[in-house]
Nanobody, 117 residues
């Protein structure tokens, strides 16, 4: 059974940093593309970053240059380093894994990030 468990969320002032992690189990971690998404209060969930099995990364425009996605295949862990945080980065951040039928198949429950001014 695939499990994704996020950690590292919290409250921080604007301009600060947080590092999120996602521990994966139940499948061969290195075989799947992985991603982070977030859901801001009152808004739809939005994709913010992906990393391929080979380490190729992509980012949503609003986080480019501030967020860095990485993966440690030896530790079955996905990370998201978030710097220069803004109030609009507030939301529940979830990791996801494995595209099946064009959609991410597995999701974690999420971790709350709150950025205050």
């Amino acid at each position: 059974q695939v499990q994704l468990v996020e950690s590292g969320g919290g409250s921080v002032q604007a301009g600060g940093s947080l590092k999120l992690s996602c521990a994966a189990s139940g499948y061969i971690f290195g075989t799947c593309e992985m991603a982070w998404s977030r859901r801001a209060p009152g808004k739809e969930r939005e994709w913010i970053s992906s990393i391929s099995t080979g380490g190729f990364t992509t980012y949503e425009d609003s986080v480019k240059g501030r967020f860095t996605i990485s993966r440690d295949n030896a530790k079955n862990t996905l990370n998201l380093q978030m710097n220069s945080l803004k109030t609009e980065d507030t939301g529940v951040y979830s990791c996801a894994a494995c595209y099946i039928g064009g959609r991410l198949a597995y999701w974690g429950r999420g971790t709350q990030v709150t950025v205050s001014s």
